[in-house]
């Protein structure tokens, strides 16, 4: 009886920590060549560098996601997103919370100051967290 039970609140712990709460940052991206070649791949580098040097893959996961790509269509329309659109959202059982970040990147992509940045879009991680 004691090990039914022990092994009944393991399961439910597991499945409790599917419930627990994650965090995207979703990096949306075009196809163009000039992009794939510069700046767009660069920065879209820099970003996802800055989520898996302070994350694990279980708090925190990057998703690049492409425009051109039709399954992505509500995702696009959802967002209002364009190439570089860079939403953080946090996933928790029935809500989903987000921030807009496409200024915040748009800002590192022209100052380069990568420290700023990257204090920057910590916190706004975290505040989601």
Do not use: H, W
């Not at 860079?86 to 100052?111: C, E, G, Q, W, Y």
């Amino acid at each position: 009886m004691k090990k039914t039970f022990l092994v009944l609140f393991t399961m439910s712990l597991i499945g409790l920590s599917s419930y627990a709460q994650k965090v995207e940052v979703l990096y949306f991206k075009a196809d163009l060549a000039c992009c794939a070649a510069r700046a767009c791949a660069n920065l879209e580098g820099q970003v996802k560098a800055v989520v898996e040097e302070n994350f694990n893959n279980r708090d925190v996961v990057f998703k690049s996601i492409r425009i051109a790509d039709p399954e992505n269509a509500a995702l696009i329309e959802k967002y209002s997103a364009r190439s570089q659109t860079v939403i953080i959202r946090s996933l928790k059982r029935r809500s989903v919370n987000f921030t807009d970040a496409t200024t915040m990147v748009r800002d590192f992509s022209r100052s380069q100051d990568q420290e700023a940045f990257k204090q920057s879009f910590l916190s706004a991680i975290r505040a989601l967290l």
